[in-house]
């Protein structure tokens, strides 16, 4: 059976930084592309970055672009976001996920239909 478990979420001030984990298990994902999305009160889960299976290829959405940094360890079938410069708006529960679309490709999916393995998510605070 599949699991992804974030960690690294919490409360930081504004201006903070924060490094969030997301290790799977049962199966490897070395082939696929992985992602990271949020959800504040009331709004829709968004798409925040994706990299490719390789690594090779990133994309952030244009809120955390210059502020938020995704990598991956195959090795420890592992994605990680690097949050820098936090903002009282970037507070949500942030989900990690995979896609086993498009393996071996450098196509990222921004939706979130596409994904088909989730973690439970992780709190993100950030106080003004």
């Known amino acids: 059976q599949v699991h992804l478990v974030e960690s690294g979420g919490g409360l930081v001030q504004a201006g903070g930084s924060l490094r969030l984990s997301c290790a799977a298990s049962g199966r490897s994902f070395s082939r696929d592309a992985m992602a990271w999305f949020r959800q504040a009160p009331g709004k829709e889960r968004e798409f925040v970055a994706g990299?490719?299976?390789?690594?090779?290829?990133?994309y952030y959405t244009d809120s955390v672009k210059g502020r938020f940094t995704i990598s991956r360890d195959n090795a420890k079938n592992t994605v990680y976001l690097q949050m820098n410069s936090l903002k009282p708006e970037d507070t949500a529960v942030y989900y990690c996920a995979v896609t086993d679309r498009y393996s071996l490709s450098d196509y990222l999916p921004v939706a979130h239909h596409d994904y088909g393995y989730w973690g439970q998510g992780t709190q993100v605070t950030v106080s003004s």
């Open positions: 990299i490719s299976w390789s690594g090779t290829n990133t």
